[in-house]
């Protein structure tokens, strides 16, 4: 894990600067900073989805009303956004996602690992430019760039962060 630079305060700092006020997540330990920070700031909303793929509609609503929404997921829950995905497709809407990897870097379940070996590929096959960052000093600069992207070419970005920099899972951990 290369957990010694804070990813987290990097991405929040460009979430303020692209005005990003509504932040949808299923939780994730590797996002819990994050997601508090977005908790505590006053113009932005935390909205907790029971499915990831409820948090598409909502980034593609809040585009069509004007405003600017994002998903933080871990990749497990990206397979669950595939059809969904078609939605900020047929709108031309941005949707910028954030998702934190499991499968990888010294995973230690194995029902994590299909899925995150499929995340990028499955993201790409229906249009997700997908962006992977293995240094925790690179989240921020790409996560700015993929939210450029995303909000002004009105396409689906994500940025992909390492199992390497959230850390490996065990057994008996939260």
């Not at 499991?102 to 096959?125: K, S």
Request: aromatic residues 6%; hydrophobic residues 45%.
């Amino acid at each position: 894990m290369t957990e010694n630079h804070d990813w987290s305060a990097d991405v929040f700092r460009v979430m303020q600067a692209r005005k990003i006020a509504i932040v949808c997540t299923v939780p994730d330990g590797g996002l819990t900073h994050l997601l508090r920070m977005v908790e505590a700031e006053r113009s932005m909303r935390l909205v907790t989805l029971s499915m990831e793929q409820e948090g598409i509609g909502i980034a593609t609503g809040s585009w069509l009303g004007g405003g600017r929404a994002m998903i933080a997921m871990q990749s497990s829950g990206a397979g669950n956004c595939i059809n969904a995905l078609g939605l900020p497709l047929a709108y031309r809407a941005p949707c910028l996602m954030l998702v934190t990897m499991r499968g990888q870097w010294g995973e230690f379940n194995p029902w994590q690992v299909p899925m995150g070996q499929a995340t990028r590929p499955a993201l790409e096959a229906v249009g997700v430019k997908c962006f992977p960052v293995d240094k925790a000093e690179e989240v921020g600069e790409t996560f700015a760039a993929a939210a450029d992207l995303a909000f002004n070419s009105r396409v689906s970005a994500a940025v992909l962060v390492s199992q390497r920099i959230v850390g490996a899972k065990g057994f008996g951990q939260k």
